[in-house]
């Protein structure tokens, strides 16, 4: 037969282990929860950027767009009749004249001026 040892307190040198165990798996899983959250903000960051990326190259190509619109003998000449009230050569100007008077800019008001301060006008009341 088996000689079986007695059941009580573990050895030590188990105690110790476990003692010094225990911290450095808690560590252990601390660290790594720690990496993986960092990780998703990081991916959410990534994907936030990608979506501002994309929004910024549409626009860039719609502005490319507007350029070469603008670049066009059509939108040139559109530019300089509406804009700069220019005229082609041979053409002649049509002047609209209207029965109305011209709208006039109502003159600037000027501010009202200050009341005197409360003490100068009890001077004025008592001693005229």
Do not use: H
Not at 20 to 25: G, Q, Y
Not at 40 to 66: G, K, S, T
Not at 97 to 116: K, L, V
């Amino acid at each position: 037969m088996i000689a079986r040892r007695p059941l009580g307190p573990p050895p030590l040198a188990l105690r110790l282990a476990a003692v010094l165990a225990v911290p450095v798996v808690l560590y252990a899983l601390v660290a790594t929860g720690q990496k993986a959250l960092e990780n998703y903000r990081l991916n959410q960051e990534v994907d936030a950027l990608r979506v501002e990326i994309r929004a910024n190259r549409e626009d860039n190509v719609a502005l490319q767009q507007q350029i070469q619109r603008a670049r066009s003998d059509t939108a040139i000449e559109t530019i300089a009749r509406e804009q700069l009230g220019l005229v082609k050569p041979g053409d002649r100007p049509l002047v609209v004249i209207s029965d109305r008077p011209p709208a006039t800019q109502p003159a600037p008001t000027t501010p009202a001026p200050a009341p005197p301060p409360p003490w100068r006008q009890w001077l004025d009341l008592l001693f005229g």
